[in-house]
């Protein structure tokens, strides 16, 4: 670097704040290389120009085949149809049967005709699934006889069709509506011998009318389709510009003249994000436009809709989608950015930017589900809550939309400023962006792993503990068919889990990829204080806790169904006795899961100063070990708390019995409101909707949990975990060569 630029980069520094100027440099720079590649242009501009006309055309092209092509039907056993009304007319329904004889072809077989030949049934099966005839309707003997007509079930009339053709899939349609008005007929002439006005049978005529205005119709429609498809698009359009942008200058060498340049690389990053961003909402308007004007076109040439046939969406509601799409593109556009710097080629860089699309995809398919709806809830879900945001905006619920604006937008940035924060450590990292190319092989893996056995598990460790946790969990639960009536199935129930998905991975780990079982648990003595104060922490945070779930439980209510459904298990916790129930939902749990997630995999996290890391990583596996989405809230908010005590006290000791106290006060608050210990209501009151605390020892609990917390922030773990290295080893054992030197 020459003495000029190192002045300017300190300088820079001394600025604390990147600098507008240079961040428009590379931006500028960004833009303009990758405005000059072909294959940028084709996938942004020529794409969606020539895509979707094409498939429009390919669609009415179906649609006019399909209004053209015949169908063909044939019915067997017309002769048994005695007494009922005319079906078929020579070669054709009967008048008023059907509106449109021109697109069917009607073949007519008496039953003799088939059956001397081979059995009705497998000639006429044949006929179908070879195409002969897209349908074949077949009027048994029996049917001819009034008597065993209905409760005979040879007698029925038969339609086969074959599911695997379109043009047969097509023809049922149409003949079950043309055997339905024959069946409507047939009722009528039957009502009229027996000299009952048919009126008789038909009390009311229903008339439904749509009052919305055609402008909000086509608007709710539009709403649900085009958000959904710009936010792909939107992802679609930040993936490979960030892989070209990062990956891809790490194999042409530019990167590196970049990085010696005396822009800082939060300007480096603020750059590359401003380009990567932009391309992602050109991508999703031109697809969107060329999406929407021959959709337009398609849909009125097709009839999609019929009378309600749904028209372009209203440009001016429509703006909000594009006001939307550039944080969401931000957004997006960041977090590629993220792990395309930890990719050392092109090719590296798709695999995985793929499972960076499956975890962020659902939440853009989250709010396509029927009832989703924007609440207070669903408003603190990233992605999701602006995807609804923007439906309310578009179809003119603006007093809605403004109320629960400002949770969106607070979660928004946060997961923004998370995401870039992120992209500009990836760049700050030297041995992420020049990492070495070293081939993994799984011989020198396992003879490391024995070999180099640490003190505690390394990050990899840690989190390979975690998937293995969640993904045993996950196939425990899908096994697990109904819940338990009786003490030993609800004893199976949580010890399984326990003590097999979430204990003996962490166990098993510890054991064979570390040379301390104690140190790995992180089973250490704390300061002598910390013990009593975590009981009374976990005694003073439960009306605390007890009023967040709540709280989660009106943002986001259990359904009627889910909740008769966990109805055994608390029937169960209710009858069993009070010593088994805390063994089993507090004891345990306690024990298990702290050991497994504060123990194991928060020591291998906390490594190489990742303490922020560990306590939310750990957190958000806590909360998804439990499955349920109401119970996942509560417990990562409670897993950040527990690591925080883990980080400051260096054990996993103060967890447990943190986590020991919570669970015990939520299993024994009934059976102490029921007790005849008289102390019961200076903290507990009872009512209809269950057992809750008192207001005044609410109040008074909060002080106290502060208080704890406060004393816990003032200490210090006797060993800082964080600053130890990845390997532990004799570096004379490791590097030889150093005796001979310095002999």
């Known amino acids: 670097m020459s003495p000029s630029s190192e002045a300017k980069r300190r300088a820079a520094k001394q600025a604390v704040q990147p600098r507008l100027s240079a961040i428009w440099l590379i931006y500028v720079r960004e833009m303009r290389d990758q405005l000059r590649d072909r294959r940028t242009l084709f996938t942004i501009a020529v794409l969606p120009i020539l895509l979707y006309p094409l498939v429009g055309t390919l669609l009415l092209q179906i649609a006019q085949f399909t209004r053209q092509h015949p169908t063909s039907i044939c019915i067997v056993g017309t002769n048994h149809l005695t007494d009922a009304p005319p079906l078929v007319e020579v070669e054709s329904f009967a008048e008023g049967l059907t509106d449109n004889e021109t697109r069917l072809e009607i073949r007519n077989y008496h039953w003799e005709d088939v059956d001397d030949r081979t059995s009705v049934s497998d000639e006429t099966a044949r006929w179908v699934r070879a195409g ?11 049917f001819a006889d009034p008597a065993i007509r209905l409760s005979d079930e040879s007698a029925r009339i038969r339609l086969l069709y074959n599911v695997a053709s379109d043009e047969s899939m097509v023809a049922k349609d149409r003949v079950t509506g043309i055997l339905n008005s024959w069946r409507g007929v047939w009722v009528r002439d039957e009502l009229a011998v027996l000299g009952i006005d048919v009126e008789q049978i038909n009390p009311f005529e229903l008339a439904e009318f749509d009052i919305a205005p055609e402008r909000t119709r086509e608007a709710a429609f539009w709403s649900k389709l085009l958000p959904f498809i710009m936010l792909v698009w939107a992802m679609t359009g930040a993936f490979y510009p960030a892989i070209d942008l990062v990956a891809g200058e790490k194999e042409r060498g530019t990167l590196e003249t970049l990085l010696c340049s005396p822009a800082l690389r939060s300007e480096i990053v603020w750059g590359k994000l401003g380009a990567v961003t932009s391309f992602s909402m050109l991508t999703a308007v031109l697809n969107a436009s060329s999406m929407l004007l021959t959709s337009s076109f398609v849909i009125g040439q097709i009839g999609v809709g019929g009378e309600n046939s749904v028209g372009a969406p209203p440009i001016v509601p429509m703006l909000w989608l594009l006001v939307a799409l550039v944080p969401l593109s931000a957004l997006f556009s960041a977090l590629a950015l993220a792990v395309a710097a930890m990719a050392r080629s092109s090719k590296e860089g798709q ?13 853009v398919l989250l709010p396509m589900l029927p009832g989703t709806t924007l609440s207070a809830g669903t408003s603190l879900i990233p992605v999701t809550g602006m995807f609804l945001l923007v439906r309310a905006l578009v179809e003119g619920q603006y007093a809605f939309a403004l109320l629960h604006l ?6 928004t940035a946060g997961c923004l400023w998370l995401a870039t924060n992120w992209a500009r450590r990836q760049f700050e990292d030297e041995s992420v962006l020049f990492g070495g190319r070293d081939q993994w092989e799984l011989g020198k893996w396992v003879r490391h792993l024995w070999r180099d056995r640490q003190m505690a598990a390394t990050p990899g460790q840690a989190f390979a503990c975690g998937a293995i946790i969640l993904i045993a969990l996950f196939f425990g639960k899908l096994a697990v068919t109904e819940l338990p009536t009786d003490p030993q199935g609800l004893a199976k129930l949580i010890l399984m889990p326990q003590l097999g998905m979430i204990l003996a991975p962490a166990l098993l780990m510890a054991t064979m990829l570390t040379s301390s079982l104690r140190k790995s648990l992180r089973l250490r003595m704390p300061d002598w204080t910390a013990l009593p104060l975590a009981v009374l922490l976990g005694v003073t945070l439960h009306p605390s806790y007890m009023m967040l779930a709540g709280w989660i439980s009106y943002m986001y209510p ?11 298990f608390t029937d169960q916790i209710t009858s069993a006795p009070w010593m088994s129930v805390v063994f089993l939902m507090a004891v345990v749990p306690a024990v298990c899961e702290e050991l497994a997630f504060r123990g194991f995999i928060f020591g291998g996290l906390v490594r190489q100063k990742g303490r922020l890391r560990a306590v939310v990583v750990t957190a958000v596996m806590f909360g998804v070990s439990h499955g349920v989405l109401q119970q996942s809230i509560a417990a990562t908010l409670m897993g950040l708390l527990l690591g925080w005590i883990a980080l400051r006290t260096g054990s996993v000791l103060p967890g447990i019995l943190i986590h020991f106290t919570n669970n015990a006060l939520s299993v024994s608050l009934d059976r102490i409101a029921s007790s005849s210990w008289q102390g019961a209501d200076l903290f507990l009151t009872t009512s209809e909707s ?4 008192q207001p005044m020892w609410i109040f008074t609990s909060i002080g106290i949990a502060i208080t704890c917390m406060l004393y816990f922030g003032t200490l210090r773990p006797k060993i800082d975990e964080s600053e130890a290295d990845l390997v532990d080893v004799d570096h004379n054992l490791a590097d030889p060569a150093t005796s001979l030197l310095t002999a």
């Open 558 to 568: 259990i359904s009627e169904q889910a909740a008769e459904a966990m109805k055994p």
């Open 690 to 693: 269950g057992t809750a605390y």
């Open 351 to 363: 695999y995985y930017l793929m499972p960076l699309m499956m975890v962020t995809l659902p939440l």
């Open 406 to 411: 400002p949770m969106v937008f607070g979660v």
């Open 132 to 142: 002969t005839f897209d349908v074949v309707v077949v009027i048994p003997p029996k």
